[in-house]
């Protein structure tokens, strides 16, 4: 009888708290290491929790180029909102700062004015909370936290973040703007 | 282990229990999915997300979850049988995890019969089945951490009525955990609104509804369940040192 009762851990009083405490803080950790080391698989049919290849090699390619990114908004902000269509900026944003020629910042442009005014001396592209600015070559563009989301065929709103960044951050990179062409033809009558 | 997890079944099927209990979810699950339907505007495309759905089934669950489990250890010890439970020759632990099963039976019982909807969907329309299954899984996780929150609860009392009033309590207070830590107040704090959104069910949610699976929300809702039953092991245990 003795035998068995030593096999036994004595549950009772204080002993059994501290044991619940004990097991707690062994996870906590666990949780953390696995937070700092996540993995994610998107199943979601646009795969817009994860970077599209034409981003990577377009970032890639530009290895030797720095690319200045500025999120007007707080980042943590956005992965805390209740918006959970707002979560695959979030996702974009954060895989595209981990690129090392990538110097992402992201603020509050109502505390920080004079980052703000420094984005847009000219006062061209005048930028607003939310949105993304991209500098690089001397070009600056900015990603409109307007368009971040726009409607397909069907009515459905869709994400389309990652395009927009990717074709500001191309336009950047190539050191030379669009020119926009227009055209006045004039028809005389006979 | 499988007698007493047979014997739980039992308790539940056996009676109109688990039944009454799927079909109030069911019916709750419809009054969503009609209400989806009826906001659907004249255009075209007829569009709705399940994930809007599954929402609304989570604050019925706050109702539902603990009127499953509440009977789960208070009515042993209300009826006097926890003593021949104590004393059967099967450990705590393999009680704990049998009554766990037997409730995690029911709940996916529950939750099979609203598949009827995506299937309805499917029909007539189409449906996007990696979120669909995605979000699934999130609800069977999100359950079953509620699962074993309520068995912990219920294994703090005997009766069983003040289990399910706890556990709703409990249950509703996790849900707005990321809600508070947002609130103005709490933001002043960055560290513990960080602390605080770390318990936050409700975020990790909606990665899976949104069909992203993320490691660490798997790691969070499986360390909650096997936390809570471990210390719902510690409880039962303790009261049996206690009684010698």
């Known amino acids: 009888m003795e035998k068995q009762k030593k096999k036994k851990l004595d549950l009772s009083g204080a002993f059994a708290f501290i044991l619940a405490i004990l097991v707690l803080v062994i996870f906590i950790p666990i949780n953390l290491i696995i937070s700092y080391y996540d993995k994610g698989f998107d199943m979601t049919p646009s795969k817009k929790y994860t970077l599209d290849d034409k981003t990577v090699k377009l970032i890639n390619d530009n290895a030797d180029k720095e690319i200045e990114l500025y999120f007007l908004y707080e980042l943590e902000d956005l992965r805390t909102s209740k918006r959970n269509d707002l979560l695959p900026l979030y996702h974009t944003l954060n895989q595209l700062k981990e690129f090392d020629n990538i110097k992402f910042t992201s603020f509050d442009p109502n505390e920080n004015a004079t980052l703000t005014k420094s984005l847009d001396p000219e006062g061209v592209i005048a930028p607003e909370m939310s949105d993304i600015i991209i500098r690089c070559n001397g070009i600056t563009k900015k990603v409109s936290q307007y368009k971040v989301f726009q409607q397909d065929a069907q009515g459905i709103n869709e994400y389309a973040g990652e395009q927009l960044i990717d074709s500001a951050i191309a336009t950047c990179v190539s050191g030379s703007l669009p020119t926009v062409y227009f055209l006045t033809v004039m028809v005389k009558r006979p | ?244």
């Open chain 2, 1 to 244: 282990m499988f007698p007493i997890y047979k014997k739980e079944l039992q308790s539940f099927f056996y009676t109109p229990f688990a039944y009454a209990m799927a079909m109030l979810f069911m019916l709750l699950f419809s009054l969503s999915f009609s209400t989806g339907i009826a906001k659907l505007d004249n255009s075209h495309t007829w569009a709705f997300s399940f994930t809007e759905m599954f929402y609304s089934v989570i604050l019925y669950f706050i109702f539902l979850l603990p009127i499953l489990t509440m009977r789960t250890f208070a009515d042993e010890r209300k009826n006097g049988t926890e003593v021949l439970l104590m004393t059967s020759p099967v450990s705590t632990g393999r009680i704990v995890i049998a009554k766990f099963l037997a409730n995690i039976t029911v709940y996916l019982f529950m939750l099979a019969g609203t598949v009827i909807f995506p299937i309805i969907t499917a029909i007539k329309g189409e449906v996007v089945m990696s979120q669909l299954i995605c979000a699934y899984i999130g609800i069977f996780f999100w359950g079953a951490m509620y699962i074993a929150l309520g068995m912990l609860i219920s294994a703090f009392t005997e009766n069983s009525i003040i289990a399910a009033i706890i556990g709703e309590v409990v249950m509703f207070a996790l849900l707005f955990v990321d809600d508070f830590a947002n609130t103005p107040f709490i933001s002043q704090y960055p560290a513990i609104k960080k602390f605080l959104y770390a318990f936050a069910a409700q975020p990790r949610f909606s990665y899976f509804s949104e069909g992203f699976i993320r490691l660490s929300d798997l790691t969070f809702f499986l360390s909650a369940i096997i936390v809570l039953l471990i210390w719902t092991y510690i409880v039962i245990e303790k009261r049996r040192w206690n009684r010698g």
